[in-house]
């Protein structure tokens, strides 16, 4: 093992770099045609969005150097501290927080407001990271798996309650973290289960759910005593339990989605079931940024001259509805080619965590992967009317300051991480 030179820049992942600096100038850009009032504007008007974002941007230039000038083992050392003081402040919204869009999710600074869940994501990240790197930690244990769920959970149930769900969502997206890193398949297979009788449920109705599922799950079973793999003399107390607790389950699902969803949520889900048009209420957003994002044809209409865009057809198209920017002045060629640099980017980040010597180090990389990954993926399935409208911003796409930040330094310590993995300490 070499030991580290004194040039901060040593071993760092150029590639990675450039990854980022393109994503955040097309980002800009789009967030300036989104934006912009008069061509002939100004682009260093600091009043306007762009002009703010640009700031922004520049303060993430400093912030780079400065994670990328910080010992890579001081991220391990303090992720504790991180973690904690990262719980605090979303504690503290309940108490100083300011509501916007309905949700108590910011701190108002006065000069500007800024979102601690944005930053939350790094300190649970870190703390999950270092979690996992203690010794005899295995996550087919009980007691392993009960403490990286609370790792987990408790930033999620925090935001939940502001109320956020959507960008909760992000930390159960980290069990596929604590996949890669043991944990037995029967969770995940379990979470898709949910999810998929919970929307049956909903489409079909309770009655006609319990015939399909059982019929579905007696069919199994019929196959599997065909074929000598199971014996129903020994496994019907199995069989018994499963019918139970799927019916309990089933008959839940009508309680929850009228009881604990919020009005709002349910509208969501309806629209996207088919049950509710609603093109002029809770889906105008949706389907204003789908129009937008069609009338870009094949090769779009070119950068300022989206007249939807410039019309102002979609709300908040600088935030959560940036990529209908992108449909419509690049068409269907250039939304095409942002996302294949988004996955090329994500699949980068995946082949460098693999690639880590630390056990720290590469459940962050994951971690990182695992964030940008479903935050792309969301936000464009719920531009293109496939997801839930659910506020979730496009990585270095979305206007915000809070956001640029947070995924800046997400990046970035792993990127600083990733520069010693051949050096010793």
Same mark, same amino acid.
């Given at each position: 093992?070499?030991?580290?030179?004194?040039?901060?820049?040593?071993?760092?992942?150029?590639?990675?770099?450039?990854?980022?600096?393109?994503?955040?100038?097309?980002?800009?850009?789009?967030?300036?045609?989104?934006?912009?009032?008069?061509?002939?504007?100004?682009?260093?008007?600091?009043?306007?969005?762009?002009?703010?974002?640009?700031?922004?941007?520049?303060?993430?230039?400093?912030?780079?150097?400065?994670?990328?000038?910080?010992?890579?083992?001081?991220?391990?050392?303090?992720?504790?501290?991180?973690?904690?003081?990262?719980?605090?402040?979303?504690?503290?919204?309940?108490?100083?927080?300011?509501?916007?869009?309905?949700?108590?999710?910011?701190?108002?600074?006065?000069?500007?407001?800024?979102?601690?869940?944005?930053?939350?994501?790094?300190?649970?990240?870190?703390?999950?990271?270092?979690?996992?790197?203690?010794?005899?930690?295995?996550?087919?244990?009980?007691?392993?798996?009960?403490?990286?769920?609370?790792?987990?959970?408790?930033?999620?149930?925090?935001?939940?309650?502001?109320?956020?769900?959507? =960008?909760?969502? #992000?930390? *159960? +997206? &980290?069990?596929?973290? /604590?996949?890669?890193?043991? %944990?037995?398949?029967?969770?995940?297979? $379990?979470?898709?289960?949910?999810?998929?009788?919970?929307?049956?449920?909903?489409?079909?109705?309770?009655?006609? =759910?319990?015939? #399909?599922? *059982? +019929? &579905?799950?007696?069919? /199994?079973?019929?196959?599997? %005593?065909?074929?000598?793999?199971?014996? $129903?003399?020994?496994?019907?107390?199995?069989?018994?339990?499963?019918?139970?607790?799927?019916?309990?389950?089933?008959?839940?699902?009508?309680?929850?989605?009228?009881?604990?969803?919020?009005?709002?949520?349910?509208?969501?889900?309806?629209?996207?079931?088919?049950?509710?048009?609603?093109?002029?209420?809770?889906?105008?957003?949706?389907?204003?940024?789908?129009?937008?994002?069609?009338?870009?044809?094949?090769?779009?209409?070119?950068?300022?001259?989206?007249?939807?865009?410039?019309?102002?057809?979609?709300?908040?198209?600088?935030?959560?509805?940036?990529?209908?920017?992108?449909?419509?002045?690049?068409?269907?060629?250039?939304?095409?080619?942002?996302?294949?640099?988004?996955?090329?980017?994500?699949?980068?980040?995946?082949?460098?965590?693999?690639?880590?010597?630390?056990?720290?180090?590469?459940?962050?990389?994951?971690?990182?992967?695992?964030?940008?990954?479903?935050?792309?993926?969301?936000?464009?399935?719920?531009?293109?009317?496939?997801?839930?409208?659910?506020?979730?911003?496009?990585?270095?796409?979305?206007?915000?300051?809070?956001?640029?930040?947070?995924?800046?330094?997400?990046?970035?310590?792993?990127?600083?991480?990733?520069?010693?993995?051949?050096?010793?300490?």
């Amino acid at each position: 093992m070499r030991k580290r030179q004194n040039n901060i820049f040593t071993g760092i992942d150029w590639i990675l770099v450039l990854f980022f600096i393109v994503l955040v100038f097309l980002g800009w850009i789009n967030i300036y045609a989104a934006s912009v009032t008069n061509t002939s504007g100004n682009i260093l008007d600091f009043s306007t969005l762009y002009g703010k974002q640009l700031q922004w941007i520049g303060l993430s230039a400093v912030l780079i150097i400065i994670i990328i000038a910080i010992d890579a083992k001081f991220y391990e050392r303090f992720s504790g501290v991180f973690y904690i003081i990262s719980m605090l402040s979303l504690a503290g919204l309940f108490v100083f927080g300011t509501s916007i869009n309905g949700a108590t999710s910011w701190y108002n600074l006065g000069f500007s407001s800024i979102q601690p869940s944005e930053f939350s994501k790094i300190a649970t990240a870190l703390a999950l990271a270092n979690f996992l790197n203690e010794p005899n930690k295995d996550l087919s244990n009980f007691k392993t798996q009960l403490n990286a769920f609370l790792i987990l959970l408790i930033p999620a149930i925090l935001i939940t309650l502001q109320p956020d769900a959507g =960008s909760a969502l #992000i930390y *159960f +997206s &980290l069990l596929f973290v /604590l996949y890669r890193e043991g %944990l037995p398949g029967i969770f995940l297979s $379990l979470g898709f289960s949910a999810i998929i009788l919970f929307l049956i449920t909903l489409y079909f109705g309770f009655t006609s =759910s319990i015939i #399909i599922v *059982f +019929s &579905l799950i007696t069919l /199994l079973v019929v196959y599997l %005593l065909n074929t000598k793999k199971f014996h $129903l003399n020994r496994e019907w107390p199995k069989v018994l339990i499963l019918y139970t607790f799927i019916g309990l389950f089933l008959f839940s699902v009508d309680y929850v989605f009228n009881n604990v969803f919020e009005q709002r949520h349910r509208d969501r889900f309806n629209i996207i079931l088919g049950e509710n048009a609603d093109t002029r209420g809770i889906g105008y957003n949706t389907n204003q940024s789908m129009l937008t994002i069609g009338s870009g044809g094949l090769t779009g209409k070119g950068f300022l001259e989206g007249d939807r865009t410039q019309g102002d057809f979609v709300p908040e198209q600088h935030t959560d509805y940036i990529f209908s920017t992108v449909g419509e002045e690049w068409g269907f060629i250039g939304s095409s080619a942002v996302i294949c640099i988004f996955i090329a980017f994500i699949l980068r980040l995946i082949s460098i965590a693999e690639r880590q010597k630390s056990k720290f180090s590469r459940v962050f990389g994951y971690s990182v992967a695992t964030i940008f990954f479903f935050h792309f993926m969301i936000n464009i399935g719920m531009v293109i009317g496939l997801l839930p409208t659910i506020g979730i911003p496009l990585p270095f796409f979305s206007y915000g300051g809070s956001s640029l930040w947070g995924f800046t330094i997400l990046l970035f310590i792993f990127i600083r991480l990733d520069a010693d993995r051949t050096y010793e300490w």
